[in-house]
DNA sequence: CCGGGTGTCAACCATTCGGTTGACCCCTCG
DNA sequence: CGAGGGGTCAACCGAATGGTTGACACCCGG
């Protein structure tokens, strides 16, 4: 059978060269291209369609440094004619990041410190159209379904995201380009579903659950 | 001359991987042993002078799934007879974690996004000695010592740890005994110890600088 | 002995925040 | 097509917060 082209994208030149020696040492593997960010991840696609050389698999970071973002990347990667499967890899395992990258349309969401067989397994998983969760993706995912009750909305972890970085309720607002009441009306919803009254317990409540990433711990 | 022999320390097998590839590339390094966290670093430092076959740079990640972090492992191996030096080679570059590495001993501060060739000058001069420090390790240490105004009292760090579990005024103060309005005058004093107006900007900025710890933030 | 830092407290005021009600649009799913 | 959920917005009110000024007591070190 043909082997399976893997693009990567990392803005890691360290990641990028252990995944290339990883990979590679599989059987039926191979690192077609690699890309530092989302934006040459795209280029790259394009140079390789029109080499008539497609890649099967994305193998995505989701922290760039700089450049286009994972999420952003996996998206239009997505809303290319016949896309290719994205597989997240990545350090992180928070409900925010795990979030974003599925809705974005990400095939699958491993971990960085997975064993490299489970790596494989992964590749081999996304290559074939199937999809690959960590443990903690497809426990949140589960929960999601059975309890969305509880569950925070996409854009309210947006919400929470930028008030733990200290905003008033107007700088979210322009942030967001929403109006300042919307963002009282996320912020309610915020409360309830937390369980919380003050916009610090929400902070801190969305810390504990790793819901949100403590500032200072993203990129 | 000898070659260098570098001991890697980092949980993810990826980045093992890729500094090894990468490593081994240059001419005059090797890759002596690896390490997936800080306990494990240790005992192979053990062995390897037990075979009286020492490493001249240790290679570490400051961050750690599981086991010991990078942070104590570095001050540990520090206290060691002979200690070769500890080079920091990880992803972030924020205050708390640049000035921990340092006091704990390291002699250099790289992020893993740095071109291959930077991280070759640096296990150079670990190796020779010799500090490599990043632009924002650099600059954040001049900083420091040019302007050492920012320090935080006690009871500043006390009231700055009520704030972060999402207490209001009311309540640190019956948790302190004292009135709202001395919980209120030190909250002036931190924001402007920490350069923001407003709580939620203070706790931000208080975990990232690792002042305080963000609530069950342990992993 | 006095200056300065720390911790404590009070009164005041403008702003922000928390919470509610009600409303509209859009999409999806039954 | 209708119901429901998500997202958006507005107006309102009481409560909390931020910001200021001024004050007092303590302790340390010059």
């Known amino acids: 059978m043909n082997e399976i082209r893997v693009l990567l994208v990392d803005d890691h030149p360290v990641v990028r060269a252990g995944l290339t020696a990883m990979l590679s040492a599989f059987e039926g593997i191979s690192v077609a291209a690699e890309a530092a960010d989302g934006g ?16 099967d698999v994305v193998l995505m970071d989701l922290q760039m440094g700089a450049g286009m973002d994972g999420v952003t990347a996996t998206s239009r990667i997505r809303r290319l004619e016949k896309p290719p499967p ?12 795990i979030l974003a990258a ?44 059975s309890n969305p009750a509880t569950a925070l909305t996409s854009r309210e972890i ?47 409540a969305a810390t504990q659950r790793r819901i949100i990433r403590a500032p200072g711990q993203q990129a």
Not at 106 to 130: F, N, T
């Open 40 to 55: 040459a991840a795209l280029r790259e696609l394009e140079r390789l369609r029109i080499l008539g050389d497609d890649v």
């Open 86 to 97: 994205v597989l997240i890899l990545t350090t992180y395992d928070t409900d925010a990041d």
């Open 102 to 145: 599925v809705e974005a349309g990400a095939s699958g969401y491993m971990l960085k410190d997975a064993p490299p067989e489970q790596i494989r397994q992964a590749v081999l998983a996304a290559a074939a159209g199937q999809t690959a969760l960590a443990p903690k993706a497809a426990a949140l995912l589960m929960d999601r379904i």
């Open 158 to 204: 947006q919400l929470l995201e930028l008030l733990a970085t200290g905003l008033t309720n107007r700088a979210m607002a322009r942030e967001l380009f929403i109006s300042e009441a919307t963002v009282k009306t996320h912020l309610v919803h915020i409360y309830s579903k937390l369980g919380v009254d003050s916009r610090t317990a929400a902070i801190a």
